[in-house]
C-alpha cells in the first residue's frame, strides 16, 4: 500500500506531536517520506491557533515548515465559504486567531466586540432589537474563549433560521494531560439545544479531499490520511477514496479500533513504525 501512495496527509496532535512533546521518530518520519521521493502536508483539524504558531512549533521541534507544507481545517471552510456563500454574513464562535483568517480573506463576521448583554434576561431580551442582525450561518470552531453568551446567541440564531456550519468534527483535543473539549463537543451543546446538527467542513469531509486534490492534481488514491482519529483522520481517507493510516500515539487505542465501524487500511503504532517501512522503498 505504502509503494502506491504519493502524497501523505499528516496529522499533528497525537500523530506528529503530543501537546508540547514531540512524538518519537516524527522527523525520521519526515526524511523518509522525502527518501523514497513521496511528499508530505500537515493538515490539522485545529482551529484554535492560526498556521503560524503551528509552523513556529514544528520549527522549534527541528522541523523545518513552511506554509506552503501546512493546511488546516480553516482552510477548507473558508476556501468553501468565500465559493458557496459569497456575500454572506457569519456568526463565528472562535478564538481571535479564528476570526482574523476570516477576517483577512474578506469575510463579514457579525461579532461584536462590545454588548448589552443582560446576563438576567439573556438573548431574549434583546432579541427584536437583533432581528435586523441575523446573520446568514453561524460558524463554530475549536473555541476556547467560548462563554455562554456566544452559545446562546448560537443557538437563537439557528433557531431563527441561520445555517448552521462547523469547521470540523474533533469531540477532544488530545494533551499530554488528557483530553479537553474541542469543537465537536461545542457544536454537541448547540445540536441539543436546537435540534439542528452543523455541516462540517474540515477532515472527514468530501471538502478535505477535493481540497487536497486539486492542491496537488492528484487522483484520490494517491493519497493517505496518517492520523490518529478513527472518525476523522481514518474516515477522511476510507469514505473518500483514498488511504487511512491510525497510529496509536493520540486518542484511538487498540479496543476502539475493534469496536469501530471505521476500519484503518493500517494501523502502526507511531509514526517511528511507518518510516521504518517506508525505508524498503
Same mark, same amino acid.
Given at each position: ?38 511528499? $508530505? ?11 503560524? $504558531? ?19 481545517? +480553516? ?63 453561524? +460558524?463554530? /470552531?475549536?473555541?476556547?474563549?467560548? *462563554? ?17 456550519? &462547523? ?27 436546537? /435540534?439542528?446538527?452543523?455541516? $462540517?467542513?474540515?477532515?472527514?469531509? +468530501? ?29 477522511? /481517507?476510507?469514505? *473518500?477514496?483514498?488511504? /487511512? ?12 479500533? &475493534? ?21 524498503? $522503498?
Amino acid at each position: 500500500m505504502l509503494e502506491h501512495i504519493d502524497v501523505f496527509v499528516l496529522d499533528l496532535d497525537g500523530t506528529i506531536y503530543l501537546g508540547d512533546t514531540l512524538i518519537d521518530g516524527a522527523g525520521a518520519f519526515l526524511d523518509a517520506i522525502r527518501a523514497a521521493g513521496k511528499r $508530505y502536508v500537515f493538515f490539522t483539524n485545529n482551529s484554535s491557533r492560526s498556521p503560524h $504558531y503551528c509552523i513556529e512549533k514544528l520549527n522549534r521541534f527541528g522541523i523545518a515548515t513552511t506554509r506552503d507544507e501546512f493546511m488546516t481545517s +480553516v482552510d477548507v471552510t473558508i476556501d468553501c465559504l468565500k465559493k458557496e456563500r459569497p456575500g454572506q454574513r457569519f456568526y463565528l464562535l472562535g478564538t481571535p486567531d479564528l476570526e482574523e483568517a476570516f477576517l483577512q480573506n474578506g469575510l463579514t463576521i457579525t461579532n461584536r466586540t462590545t454588548h448589552d448583554y443582560d446576563y438576567a434576561y439573556g438573548l431574549t431580551a434583546c432579541a427584536e432589537v437583533r432581528e435586523g442582525e441575523l446573520p446568514d450561518a453561524v +460558524v463554530a /470552531g475549536f473555541d476556547k474563549t467560548l *462563554n455562554y453568551e456566544k452559545l446562546e446567541r448560537a443557538c437563537a440564531y439557528i433557531q431563527k433560521g441561520a445555517a448552521f456550519l &462547523a469547521i470540523h468534527p474533533d469531540i477532544t483535543c488530545p494533551m499530554e494531560h488528557g483530553a479537553i473539549p474541542d469543537c465537536g463537543a461545542i457544536c454537541a451543546a448547540i445540536t441539543a439545544s436546537t /435540534g439542528m446538527a452543523p455541516h $462540517y467542513y474540515g477532515k472527514p469531509s +468530501v471538502e478535505t479531499v477535493a481540497y487536497i486534490m486539486r492542491h496537488f492534481d492528484i487522483a484520490p488514491e494517491r493519497i493517505a490520511f496518517v492520523g490518529d482519529r478513527l472518525y476523522t483522520d481514518i474516515q477522511a /481517507g476510507v469514505a *473518500n477514496g483514498s488511504k /487511512g493510516i491510525l497510529v496509536l500515539t493520540g486518542e484511538t487505542g487498540e479496543a476502539e479500533i &475493534a469496536a469501530a465501524s471505521v476500519r484503518p487500511d493500517a494501523v502502526f503504532a507511531s509514526v517511528k513504525e511507518i518510516a521504518e517501512a517506508l525505508s524498503d $522503498y
